[in-house]
């Protein structure tokens, strides 16, 4: 993805006889200049996606020096709150979950960062991004005014602005704009009440000066109930769109300003059981270079709607679209872009590094070479009776050499499930939700017995989108 940025022009010095001070950091909206200002000359970005939650800390620098050397001047990030806030006041920044030091070590390399914070993300993030234990409250309504859910986005956000605040461009940071809500006119709740009132809570808790956003799709009704008065309008549309058509959906809303096109799809996500998507490196190239000539600040993104680096998906954390039907997204957020989901380099990037150059120079020094790559072969697997010490996981080790099997232990589930859950089952007349039972994600063991005297053949159903995800069923 791609963007630009402006900053205000400071008024002269009223004392000649002194040395005029160094103007404030500033980045603005020039509406009649149609750019960006920073620092108060004009401004353009051309930055790209990565999930720092879809990538292992100790790779955070790789890649992020790898889209630095393509020609990016900015990165475009996504703030997870489920992924910081696993139950209600509950909070975990360490470790692969410190934003912080992420958002420090893009400072370091140079990036500037557009921060997208949600509270929803979508990212095709499990629940897009909010936390499972919203939905204890069976009548909530979220993404919406409702008192329950405001308050519970309030109280995530004063914990999570405030550690943005200190970052923030004009505090001496390199975060330079920030996204309220996430394609917002894309659900079906048009309230203008909860933008509103997102609006306001940014703005109490990160000042008046910060740049605010919105993303929407190029539809006029999405842009009718996703803009507000107060956040700077944008679009996203991918390579085979009419460059010209798109940006005339964002002058609609927008009658003057920067063009940002904040999500340029470099690829698209994978659902399983569908072949892995792609997307011509020539395409996605001229489609940027359109764009870049039309003065556009361009967002790429390799994961889901946008990405430069996609990643994974690990442990639960994969979402799911639903709407005809339900479509799990696989393991790999590799996205088909620039950088591959190991971290290399592609023929898209360089296709696109190629066309950066046409509009301004690149870093000078190489590229950084591929990631090492490591031969596990054989994992050898030795079944156990049961887990006696708590079933704890292997400590995983990198070997210097290579060493020819691995020998790992497991054991069945139904002789383990004492252990698994030591309080016992949740004794209930009917199967209960996932929700109901306060499990936020991967599985859940459901046992009943059978009636002995069925004796004809019988079909086990269930109600539609009653299993959303998979399930196995076990005869004993």
């Not at 920067?258 to 399983?272: A, C, K």
């Not at 360089?350 to 054989?378: D, E, H, N, W």
């Amino acid at each position: 993805r791609v963007w630009l940025g402006l900053g205000g022009l400071q008024p002269p010095s009223t004392a000649p006889l002194l040395q005029s001070s160094p103007p404030a950091r500033s980045f603005q909206l020039d509406y009649e200049a149609n750019c960006f200002r920073k620092d108060g000359a004009p401004f353009r970005y051309i930055s790209g996606s990565i999930h720092y939650a879809r990538v292992p800390r100790l790779a955070w620098r790789d890649r992020l020096l790898k889209m630095y050397m393509s020609g990016l001047n900015a990165v475009q990030v996504y703030i997870p709150w489920n992924y910081h806030e696993p139950q209600p006041g509950v909070y975990d920044f360490a470790g692969d979950r410190d934003v912080e030091a992420f958002l420090d070590l893009t400072a370091e390399l140079g990036l500037l960062v557009i921060l997208r914070p949600g509270p929803y993300i979508c990212a095709e993030w499990e629940m897009g991004g909010l936390p499972a234990w919203l939905l204890w409250k069976p009548d909530i309504i979220l993404r919406s005014s409702d008192p329950a859910y405001l308050a519970a986005v309030d109280t995530w956000l004063h914990i999570l602005l405030p550690k943005i605040k200190p970052r923030l461009y004009q505090h001496g940071g390199n975060i330079i704009s920030v996204q309220v809500e996430n394609e917002y006119g894309s659900y079906y709740a048009c309230d203008y009440k909860y933008l509103r009132h997102l609006l306001g809570s940014f703005r109490a808790l990160l000042g008046g000066e910060v740049l605010l956003f919105t993303t929407d799709s190029t539809q006029a009704e999405e842009l009718r109930c996703g803009t507000l008065q107060g956040l700077y309008a944008t679009v996203d549309f991918g390579p085979g769109s009419n460059v010209t058509e798109a940006f005339g959906a964002q002058r609609q809303v927008e009658p003057k300003g920067p063009l940002v096109n904040s999500e340029y799809y470099t690829g698209w996500l994978d659902y399983w059981g569908e072949a892995h998507a792609s997307t011509s490196s020539v395409q996605v190239a001229q489609g940027l270079e359109d764009m870049l000539q039309l003065g556009a600040s361009i967002n790429m993104q390799v994961v889901s709607w946008y990405m430069f680096h996609g990643g994974t998906n690990f442990a639960y954390w994969s979402g799911a679209d639903f709407k005809d039907q339900y479509k799990p997204v696989t393991t790999s957020y590799d996205y088909d872009a620039p950088l591959s989901e190991a971290g290399d380099p592609t023929e898209k990037l360089f296709a696109i590094r190629t066309v950066i150059s046409k509009f301004q120079p690149l870093p000078v020094g190489p590229m950084p070479p591929a990631t090492p790559k490591y031969a596990y072969g054989r994992v050898a697997l030795q079944k156990v009776s049961a887990c006696p010490e708590g079933c704890a996981a292997p400590a995983w080790h990198f070997p210097a050499a290579p060493c020819p099997s691995l020998s790992l232990q497991y054991a069945d589930l139904l002789d383990v499930l004492d252990v698994l859950c030591p309080s016992g089952p949740i004794q209930s007349q009917f199967p209960l939700t996932f929700e109901a039972i306060k499990q936020a994600h991967g599985f859940v063991v459901y046992r009943t017995q059978l009636p002995w005297d069925v004796l004809d053949p019988a079909t086990l159903g269930a109600p539609p989108h009653s299993l959303c995800d998979r399930g196995y069923v076990m005869l004993q």
